[in-house]
């Protein structure tokens, strides 16, 4: 068994507001959660509206899969935000 985890950081200036944020956080989760079948959530920076962290796990039986998926997953990301990545973090355990 094979687990992939992930945290990406995103930079999003025109926020100005926690309200907006969250909107834009549940939205983007939402469709991760229900195209790709991974756990996704906010893991950081919950009250800084400028700043959405996001990580995302998912297990599977290989090495090459999993890293499959998190590239997936990772491009599906930053087609769908409008927001700067600033930092990906993975890790394979």
């Not at 992939?4 to 939205?27: A, C, D, F, Q, T």
């Amino acid at each position: 068994m094979v687990v992939g985890i992930v945290k990406i950081k995103i930079y999003v200036p025109w926020v100005h507001s926690l309200k907006e944020k969250r909107m834009i956080v549940k939205s983007l989760c939402s469709k991760v959660r229900n195209k790709f079948n991974v756990s996704i959530s906010e893991v950081e920076n919950q009250d800084i509206h400028q700043s959405i962290v996001l990580g995302f796990a998912c297990v599977t039986t290989s090495n090459a899969h999993a890293d499959k998926i998190i590239d997936t997953v990772i491009g599906f990301v930053e087609g769908n935000t409008e927001g700067e990545i600033v930092g990906i973090e993975r890790e394979l355990y």
